[in-house]
């Protein structure tokens, strides 16, 4: 199983950003996605969650009205879209596959917001 993310990079306040996650070596389709992150110096922690049929999704308080998850189950790719960034969305971005217990994690893409 492995879990790939991309899409990280530096970009200025109030800029947008979109991570991909793709998936294999799991029936993409039986696994709900989460994205986590990690911000310097501290634990890491959820940041939205998206269904396996893809139609109800999560969002923390402090992302809501600015990230989007989505999902492309031909692709096994789960994305994360992000507007108006913030200095404090800086940290490392990863996602999650879950399903019956089941739990996997990628490797973490680096997200930098500063002017």
């Known amino acids: 199983v492995q879990l790939v993310e991309s899409g990280g990079g530096l970009v200025q306040p109030g800029g947008s950003l979109r991570l991909s996650c793709t998936a294999s070596?799991?029936?993409?389709?039986?696994?709900?996605m989460a994205w986590y992150r990690q911000p310097p110096g501290k634990e890491r922690e959820l940041v939205a969650t998206i269904n396996t049929v893809g139609d109800s999704t999560f969002y923390v308080d402090s992302v809501k009205d600015r990230f989007t998850a989505s999902r492309e189950d031909s692709k096994n790719t789960v994305y994360l879209q992000m507007t108006n960034l913030k200095s404090e969305d800086t940290a490392v971005y990863y996602c999650?596959?879950?399903?019956?217990?089941?739990?996997?994690w990628g490797q973490g893409t680096q997200v930098t917001v500063s002017s």
């Open positions: 999650r596959a879950g399903a019956l217990g089941n739990f996997y």
């Open positions: 070596g799991i029936i993409f389709s039986m696994y709900s």
